[in-house]
Antibody
Framework: QVQLQQSGPGLVKPSQTLSLTCGIS??????????WNWIRQSPSRGLEWLGR?????????NYAVSVQSRITINPDTSKNQFSLQLNYVTPEDTAVYYC????????????WGQGILVIVSS | DIQMTQSPSSLSASVGDRVTITCRAS??????LNWYQQKPGKAPKLLIS???SLQSGVPSRFSGSGSGTDFTLTISSLQPEDSAVYYC?????????FGQGTKVEIK
């Protein structure tokens, strides 16, 4: 059974960096069949996919255009986890942030973290 | 980006009713369509993948159909525990995109 455990602060100041981590149990961040995603949810934007990292003989990533200039998703093979960094946050980045696994084809998000509400406020 | 449009945005139905939710993609996504159920304070839960494949443990009253641009989620006999918001999501293209959600309430 795959489990994803999220951690990180729930309050970030404007212009600072939002950093979250997603710990994986029951699978490997280096799996050659899975991808590791970050998704956020807010009343104004609904469910918004932010990006993913995955390993297929080497590491790849993809990001949403809306955050492409500010986002980094990194795998950590030593801890079997992956992280989200979102720079220069504004109040519009206030949302519940989820990590999720997508697997195989058609690659639905089959396992999700518990979600963390991140508020951007001074 | 592929736009996903759900209808209706909300509905109210009685226990035992047949409920249908529609999802339309702005371009063909073949059968790369997934359905999720979300209850308050919880992460979305995968119900159906590949337009019609029911996930293990999901009650058989849930079913999905469609291909190309038009898809349907059906609850054959609505139960009180089905009160939730339902989302479709396409996994054909990057970026992955979701519908805006359909809120299902029990009368």
């Amino acid at each position: 059974q795959v489990q994803l455990q999220q951690s990180g602060p729930g309050l970030v100041k404007p212009s600072q960096t939002l950093s979250l981590t997603c710990g994986i149990s029951g699978d490997s961040v280096s799996s050659d069949s899975a991808a590791w995603n970050w998704i956020r949810q807010s009343p104004s934007r609904g469910l918004e996919w932010l990006g993913r990292t995955y390993y297929r003989s080497k590491w790849f990533d993809n990001y949403a255009v809306s955050v492409q200039s500010r986002i980094t998703i990194n795998p950590d093979t030593s801890k079997n986890q992956f992280s989200l960094q979102l720079n220069y946050v504004t109040p519009e980045d206030t949302a519940v942030y989820y990590c999720a696994r997508s697997y195989g084809a058609p690659a639905p998000f089959d396992y999700w973290g518990q979600g963390i509400l991140v508020i951007v406020s001074s | 980006d592929i736009q996903m449009t759900q209808s209706p945005s909300s509905l109210s139905a009685s226990v035992g009713d047949r409920v249908t939710i529609t999802c339309r993609a702005s371009q063909s996504i073949r059968t790369y369509l997934n359905w999720y159920q979300q209850k308050p304070g919880k992460a979305p839960k995968l119900l159906i993948s590949g337009a019609s494949s029911l996930q293990s443990g999901v009650p058989s009253r849930f079913s999905g159909s469609g291909s190309g641009t038009d898809f349907t989620l059906t609850i054959s006999s609505l139960q009180p525990e089905d009160s939730a918001v339902y989302y479709c999501q396409q996994s054909h293209n990057i970026p992955r995109t979701f519908g805006q959600g359909t809120k299902v309430e029990i009368k």
